[in-house]
C-alpha cells in the first residue's frame, strides 16, 4: 500500500464534492421534518431527480436547465406524497416506503434509453482571486457551481428558520399542529409547500450524481444516499449547521475510501465499500439525536 | 365541500374491499402507462394478470407462482408482526442474504458429504443468520434508541457488499474457473432444495411459507405475544400500563422477521437460485413490504397478495419476452399498486362526506 500517493489537499477537494448531493438531499427533509412530516421517499425522489436532470440537460445540452428538470421533477413525486399523507391521511412511513419503491421503478423506466450516454460537460469555476490562495483555493475555491449552490441553500434554510416569520410558522406547524391550526395557520398548506421543497431539493442532489460526480445515468444509482441523507437529518438534531458538519463527515468518509481502494490497501474493495454505511450507522449510534419536531410523523386531522 | 369524518371504527367491509379496489385502479392507471409506452393496454394487462394462469403455457408458470410466491409471504408475514407493532424493519433484503450465506456456507464447508442433516443444519444457520442480522438494529434501538429503519436499511447495503465478497472470494467454487459464485447446490443432493413433486413448483421454502401463515394466524388471534403486537400498536400507551415489555417486543418482532427473510434466503438459494453470485437476491425483501401492506398485515391476506405479487412478476417477464415492455414497468406497477393501496385506504378509517357538515 502506498499511502503517500494520497494527496491531503486533493482529498479535501473532493470531500466537498462527494458531500455535496447528501447534503442537497439532507437539508430539503430537513425542512420538511421541521414542519412535522417525516418523508421517507428521498431515495426515491433522489433517483427521479437523477434521471429527470440526465434526461432533461442531454436533450437540452445544458446541466443548469437539467438541474431545474431535476428540481421539478422531484417536486412533482414529492407532491404526490404529499397528497397522500396530507389529504388522504395515509400513514407517512409505509407511504415513503412506497415512494422509494414507486421512484426506483419509475426512474428505471424513464431512464432505459439514456445508459450509457455521457452527461454534458459542468466545467468547475476557478474562482479568481480565491482560487489562487494555495491550499485553501483548490480545496474551497475551485469546485463546480452546484458545490456553491448548495452551500448556499443551507445558508438560506438556516436564515429562513431562524429569522422568518415564515420560517416560525414552519416551525410552529411541526412543533404542534393542532395549536397552529387553531392559531389559523394552514397546516396542510405549509406542509405540501415543505414536502415540495424537500422534493426539489433531494431531485437536485440526485442530479448532481448523475450530472456531476458519476456522469452518467445507471439504475439504482443513488445506492442509499437518500437513506444516509435521513440519517444525517437526525445526526444533525434538525439543525442546519450540524447538518452541513454531517455531511462533510460522511463524504470524508466515503472518499477517505476511494482513495484507500485506489492505494492498493489490503483490505478487499467490497469492505471498503461498506464503510460510509457503517460509519452512518456508527453515527446514528453515538449521536445522541436532540428533540424531534413534536408532531414529526403524526397524521393531522382537523375533526370538527 | 368534501369532508372526511373519522369513523369510530375501521369500516369491515371497505378493509377487505380496498385491496381489491386498488389492484382495479393499478390495472387501469398501469393501462394507460402501457399505452403511453405504445403497447395495447388490454393486450398488456392480460399478458401480465391472465395468461400466467390460464394461457396454453400456463402448466409452465403456475409452479412458478409458488416458487416466486414463496419467499414473498415467508418475508411478509414476519414484517407484518413488526409492522403492527409500530416495529419498522425494512431491511428484509439484507437479512435475506444474510441467511442465504450462512446458510449457503455451512452446505459449502460440508460438501461433499452426504447426509440427511445436512440440510436441516442449512436451514438453521440461514434462519439463525437472518436473526442475528435484523438483532442489529434491533438491540440498538432498545439500547440506544437508535432509528431502526434506518440502520436496517444500512445494513441492507454492507450485506450486498457482504455477498459480493463471498462470492467472489471466500464461497467461490474451487473448481469454477475462476468464474464468480459458489458451487451449485441444486446439484448437491443432501443440500439441495428440490421440488416435493416434481413439476409442481412446490418446495420446502413453500411448505415453510404455509406453516408461516398458519403460526402466524394462531399468533395473532390466539396467543398473547400477537395480543401485546396488536395493543402496542394500537395503543402504545395503554401497551405499557398493561405490563407489556416494549423492549422484548421490538427484540422478539425483529427476530420473527429476520428469521424468516433469512429462511427465505436460505430456500431460494438452494433451490430455484442454486448458488451465491453476487446478484442472486432480486428484492424480495422490498416487495415483501408491499405484500404485507395489501394483504392488510393479516396471514390470510399476505398470502393472497403474495400470490398476486408473483404473478405481476411472472407476467412481468412474460410482457417484457413478449411484447418488449421494459423491466423498470414492472416495478413501477408495484410501488403504484402500494400507492393506491395507501390512497384509497382513507375510505377505511373515514367517512366522507359531502356539502357544509354542521358544526358540532
Known amino acids: ?304 | 365541500m368534501i369532508m372526511l369524518e373519522k369513523r369510530p371504527q375501521p369500516s369491515q367491509g371497505w378493509t377487505l374491499a380496498t385491496p381489491i379496489l386498488a389492484v382495479l385502479l393499478t390495472m387501469l392507471v398501469g393501462g394507460a402507462l402501457f399505452a403511453a409506452l405504445g403497447k395495447d393496454p388490454l393486450v398488456t394487462i392480460r399478458t401480465i394478470f391472465y395468461d400466467p394462469l390460464f394461457s396454453e403455457f400456463a402448466w409452465y408458470y403456475r409452479p412458478q407462482l409458488l416458487v416466486k410466491g414463496a419467499p414473498l409471504v415467508l418475508i411478509a408475514i414476519g414484517l407484518s408482526f413488526g409492522f403492527r407493532a409500530g416495529v419498522w424493519n425494512i431491511g428484509a433484503e439484507g437479512q435475506y442474504i444474510i441467511g442465504a450465506i450462512c446458510g449457503a456456507a455451512v452446505g459449502l464447508a460440508l460438501y461433499p458429504m452426504e447426509s440427511v442433516f445436512i440440510f436441516p443444519a442449512m436451514v438453521i444457520a440461514g434462519a439463525l443468520g437472518g436473526m442475528l442480522w435484523a438483532m442489529i438494529p434491533g438491540i440498538l434501538r432498545v439500547k440506544f434508541g437508535t432509528n431502526e429503519i434506518l440502520v436496517s436499511l444500512m445494513l441492507v447495503y454492507v450485506a450486498e457488499q457482504l455477498l459480493a465478497s463471498m462470492a467472489l472470494g471466500t464461497l467461490r467454487n474451487p473448481e469454477g474457473m475462476g468464474f464468480p459464485g459458489s458451487r451449485n447446490l441444486s446439484q448437491y443432493p443432501s443440500a439441495a432444495n428440490l421440488e416435493l413433486i416434481s413439476g409442481s413448483g412446490m418446495h420446502w421454502g413453500v411448505v415453510a411459507a404455509f406453516i408461516a401463515v398458519i403460526f402466524a394466524y394462531i399468533m395473532l388471534s390466539r396467543h398473547i405475544f400477537g395480543f401485546q403486537v396488536r395493543l402496542s400498536g394500537l395503543a402504545p400507551r395503554a401497551a405499557a400500563f398493561s405490563g407489556v415489555n416494549p423492549g422484548r417486543l421490538i427484540l422478539l418482532c425483529m427476530a420473527i422477521s429476520g428469521g424468516l427473510a433469512g429462511l427465505a434466503g436460505l430456500f431460494e438459494v438452494a433451490g430455484p437460485a442454486g448458488q451465491i453470485s453476487i446478484d442472486f437476491n432480486v428484492g424480495y425483501g422490498f416487495t415483501a413490504i408491499i405484500v404485507a401492506f395489501l394483504g392488510r398485515l393479516h396471514p390470510v391476506g399476505i398470502l393472497l397478495a403474495g400470490g398476486l405479487m408473483a404473478l405481476t412478476y411472472i407476467g412481468g417477464e412474460i410482457a417484457q419476452s413478449k411484447l418488449g415492455l421494459p423491466g423498470g414497468a414492472i416495478q413501477l406497477l408495484q410501488g403504484m399498486l402500494l400507492f393506491f393501496l395507501l390512497a384509497v385506504d382513507v375510505l377505511t378509517h373515514y367517512r366522507v362526506r359531502f356539502g357544509q357538515g354542521e358544526v358540532a
Request: hydrophobic share 55%; aromatic share 8%; proline share 5%.
Open chain 1, 1 to 304: 500500500m502506498d499511502l503517500s500517493s494520497i494527496n491531503p489537499i486533493l482529498l479535501l477537494a473532493s470531500l466537498m464534492v462527494a458531500a455535496t448531493p447528501i447534503m442537497l438531499a439532507a437539508i430539503g427533509e430537513l425542512v420538511v421534518e421541521r414542519s412535522g412530516v417525516l418523508n421517507l421517499g428521498v431515495e426515491g425522489m433522489m433517483i427521479t431527480g437523477a434521471v429527470c436532470g440526465f434526461i432533461v440537460s442531454v436533450s437540452t445540452g445544458s446541466p443548469w436547465i437539467g438541474f431545474i428538470g431535476a428540481a421539478i421533477g422531484g417536486a412533482i413525486l414529492a407532491s404526490l406524497f404529499g397528497v397522500l399523507t396530507q389529504y388522504l391521511l395515509s400513514n407517512q412511513v409505509a407511504t415513503g416506503l412506497a415512494l422509494t419503491l414507486f421512484g426506483l421503478g419509475l426512474s428505471a423506466l424513464m431512464g432505459q434509453g439514456y445508459i450509457g450516454i455521457k452527461a454534458p460537460s459542468f466545467p468547475d469555476w476557478h474562482i479568481p482571486l480565491l482560487g489562487d490562495i494555495p491550499v485553501i483555493g483548490p480545496i474551497v475555491f475551485q469546485h463546480d457551481p452546484m458545490v456553491y449552490v448548495g452551500l448556499l441553500i443551507v445558508l438560506a434554510v438556516w436564515a429562513f428558520l431562524k429569522f422568518s416569520r415564515a420560517g416560525l410558522i414552519l416551525r410552529a406547524v411541526g412543533e404542534n399542529h393542532d395549536a397552529a391550526h387553531a392559531l389559523g395557520y394552514k397546516v396542510k398548506r405549509v406542509r405540501m409547500l415543505a414536502i415540495m421543497f424537500g422534493g426539489a431539493c433531494a431531485g437536485l442532489g440526485g442530479a448532481y450524481l448523475s450530472l456531476v460526480r458519476v456522469p452518467q445515468w445507471t439504475e439504482g444509482m443513488t445506492a442509499g444516499a437518500g437513506w444516509i441523507a435521513l440519517a444525517i437529518v437526525v445526526f444533525a438534531s434538525w439543525k442546519p449547521g450540524r447538518l452541513l458538519l454531517g455531511a462533510y463527515l460522511f463524504g470524508g468518509v466515503t472518499v477517505l475510501q476511494l482513495n484507500l481502494q485506489a492505494a492498493g490497501m489490503a483490505i478487499p474493495v467490497e469492505y471498503l465499500s461498506m464503510a460510509p454505511y457503517l460509519a452512518t450507522t456508527v453515527v446514528l449510534v453515538i449521536m445522541r439525536a436532540g428533540r424531534a419536531p413534536g408532531s414529526l410523523g403524526r397524521i393531522f386531522h382537523a375533526s370538527r
